[in-house]
């Protein structure tokens, strides 16, 4: 497999570059904040020459978009690969004339729209990082009616791999977990697991999706048996965590309450006390 790009996404996928070999993966391009047109035209730029090498070289194209808010968060929108979309920021636009672009040049293609990817070295202006940070900071800043659908980078590279093993092109594809999480949730279990509450100030606002995972089901039945349901978001949160060396330690025993345990008589009566 060819990997075009050096970003978060990229790097991960590197796992399986042995894998598929007529596939070229595009993961370069622009992030979803603070773009400029030229930003823009870059990565337009840097899909035609993609473009126009996979039908030279008959490789399938994977090109990946958004199935974040930008593309999904429109009024009534249900989330759906199948559906006309009005995305609501110019990144979602972008994305859109970017996926129509490869679906109508001819090459063989796969356009995959991500949900919110995480995992070591994600971006520090990504979700999941960056309420972090404001939790730290004591300066958080939540939308009641935010809705996030979050995986896991390992579970996203497996998921990816199992697709591209059926061959499956021409198609626009959902990979996310089809569970919408609110953000107050996300927020409760960072804070539980750092051991920090933070000061919140909640905005009566915020955008709330949801991302169909229909056709990923159908396409990969072995999605089902990935534990993608309620409390999920929990998982992710927790291996991010761990991965990152920031879950808070575990509160160890007091000096005497260790040496009770150890003491003679504690070993015969199986508690620290000596009492049953």
């Not at 996928?13 to 370069?28: C, G, K, M, Q, W």
């Not at 974040?68 to 920021?89: I, K, L, N």
């Not at 995480?118 to 009616?145: C, F, K, W």
């Amino acid at each position: 497999m060819e990997i075009i790009g050096n970003g978060f996404l990229a790097r991960h996928l590197r796992s399986i570059d042995d894998a598929h070999p007529e596939v070229t993966i595009l993961a370069a391009g622009v992030s979803l904040w603070k773009n400029s047109d030229s930003d823009y035209e870059r990565e337009t730029a840097l899909v035609d020459e993609t473009i126009e090498k996979s039908l030279r070289q008959d490789r399938i194209l994977v090109f990946l978009s958004t199935a974040s808010m930008s593309m999904y968060g429109g009024a009534g929108c249900r989330g759906r690969e199948d559906e006309p979309v009005e995305p609501v920021t110019p990144y979602g636009w972008h994305k859109l004339a970017l996926e129509r672009r490869i679906q109508d040049s001819g090459v063989r293609h796969l356009v995959l729209r991500l949900g919110y990817v995480v995992g070591p070295h994600v971006p520090a202006n990504r979700l999941i990082p960056s309420l972090i940070e404001q939790i730290r900071s004591d300066n958080l800043t939540m939308y009641r009616s935010a809705r996030r659908d979050i995986i896991d980078i390992t579970d996203w590279v497996k998921v990816i791999d199992l697709l591209l093993a059926t061959g499956t092109t021409q198609e626009v594809v959902n990979v996310a977990t089809g569970e919408s999480v609110p953000v107050k949730l996300i927020v409760d279990h960072l804070e539980a697991r750092l051991g920090i509450t933070a000061r919140r100030q909640v905005v009566d606002e915020g955008t709330s999706h949801h991302i169909s995972v229909e056709k990923l089901r159908r396409l990969v039945p072995a999605v089902t048996g990935m534990g993608f349901g309620p409390g999920y978001h929990r998982t992710v949160i927790d291996r991010y965590l761990e991965a990152t060396s920031q879950l808070r330690p575990e509160t160890p025993e007091p000096a005497e309450a260790q040496e009770a345990a150890e003491s003679p008589e504690a070993q015969r009566s199986g508690s620290p006390s000596g009492r049953a």
